[in-house]
């Protein structure tokens, strides 16, 4: 069964940065696409940023810039590196995992998500 387990969320102030981590078990890792999402309150869920398994990466364009996925197959782990965040990117940011790479449907495994709280 595959779990994936997010850590790194927090709270920042505006400007801030933070790490998300997702490490992930019970999958082949280096060959599934990995991605983090994120949901703010009364919003819909979203992509922040996906990887393949081959490497290629793909933002969302308000995150373009700023944000950085990243993974290390050797430790079953993908990693969101957040900088500049902003009050409006208070969210709950999901990792998911899952074969192929249409990053606009909701498919594949989903963490629990981890709270990122943007506020002075």
């Known amino acids: 069964q595959v779990q994936l387990v997010e850590s790194g969320g927090g709270l920042v102030q505006p400007g801030g940065s933070l790490r998300l981590s997702c490490a992930a078990s019970g999958t082949i890792f280096n060959l599934v696409s990995m991605a983090w999402y994120r949901q703010a309150p009364g919003k819909e869920r979203e992509l922040v940023a996906g990887i393949t398994r081959s490497g290629s990466t793909n933002y969302a364009d308000s995150v373009k810039g700023r944000f950085t996925i990243s993974r290390d197959n050797a430790k079953n782990t993908v990693y969101l590196e957040m900088n500049n965040l902003k009050p409006e990117e208070t969210a709950v940011y999901y990792c998911?995992?899952?074969?192929?790479?249409?990053?606009?449907?909701?498919?594949?495994?989903w963490g629990q998500g981890t709270q990122v709280t943007v506020s002075s």
């Open positions: 998911n995992s899952r074969v192929g790479s249409n990053w606009s449907l909701m498919y594949g495994y």
